[in-house]
């Protein structure tokens, strides 16, 4: 069995990614796998302060470790043409704290699961982007920074609205918008993650984001097993 096994979840908004993720760490937990959620330092459920000081120290360390890495990421994040440059700024911050955090997983044993690793973070710089820059920043990605397996959670855009609306918490930018101006976004964030995972350098496992999910985890949680088993054959 490896040391660590690095993994994302990622899928539209609606998908069901922090539940998901809490009830997989549970399920292997219950299996004697040691699991944790990665990044839920920077997760919605964190505080305000927590989030800001947590990426500042991230990016902080990713500039001064790997300045030349970070200044090719700062161009590509600056040739995407983002709207502000406050916005241009949180990308960048968002990035790089993705990065940190999955170098990080990486020297803890266990399974290690991200509800915004690097893919969610490209669908993110993507969905706000005049110009795609995914491969730019796959290039300039080392290998360290790469989870090990990503699992997307396939979602039809028609039903993460009707979640969306179902949801008390506001935590996604695309609640604000009207019920068609939602569809329409997440039909242009549905075609989007098609187009990123098409070109995703990472092994990768799609599941049905089916309303339960109860069901949903306990699938996850059979993939990380079998990634586990497979990475012990190998070594």
């Given at each position: ?54 990426r500042v120290v991230s990016a902080l360390r990713e500039t001064t470790r790997h300045p030349l ?99 008390r918490s506001r935590h996604s930018r695309v609640q604000q918008l009207a019920p068609d101006a ?54």
């Amino acid at each position: 069995m490896p040391a660590s096994l690095a993994v994302e979840l990622c899928g539209l908004p609606g998908a069901g990614k922090t539940t998901v993720a809490r009830l997989a760490c549970a399920r292997l937990d219950a299996a004697k796998v040691s699991c944790e959620i990665a990044d839920r330092d920077i997760s919605a459920a964190a505080t305000s302060s927590l989030r800001v000081r947590r990426r500042v120290v991230s990016a902080l360390r990713e500039t001064t470790r790997h300045p030349l890495r970070t200044s090719a990421a700062a161009s590509a994040v600056l040739a995407s043409g983002q709207s502000r440059p406050r916005d241009t700024a949180a990308v960048l911050a968002q990035w790089l704290t993705a990065r940190d955090l999955v170098a990080a997983s990486r020297r803890t044993p266990g399974v290690h699961l991200f509800e915004e690793g690097v893919l969610q973070r490209l669908w993110t710089l993507g969905l706000r982007s005049d110009h795609d820059v995914s491969q730019l920043l796959w290039r300039n990605l080392d290998p360290a920074r790469r989870t090990d397996l990503v699992v997307v959670l396939d979602l039809p855009a028609a039903e993460a609205v009707a979640r969306l609306r179902g949801r008390r918490s506001r935590h996604s930018r695309v609640q604000q918008l009207a019920p068609d101006a939602m569809l329409e976004e997440l039909e242009r964030g549905k075609r989007l993650l098609d187009d990123l995972v098409a070109g995703c350098p990472v092994p990768l496992v799609r599941i049905a984001a089916d309303p339960a999910p109860e069901l949903v985890a306990e699938r996850v949680a059979g993939v990380l097993l079998d990634a586990l088993i497979d990475s012990s054959v190998g070594q």
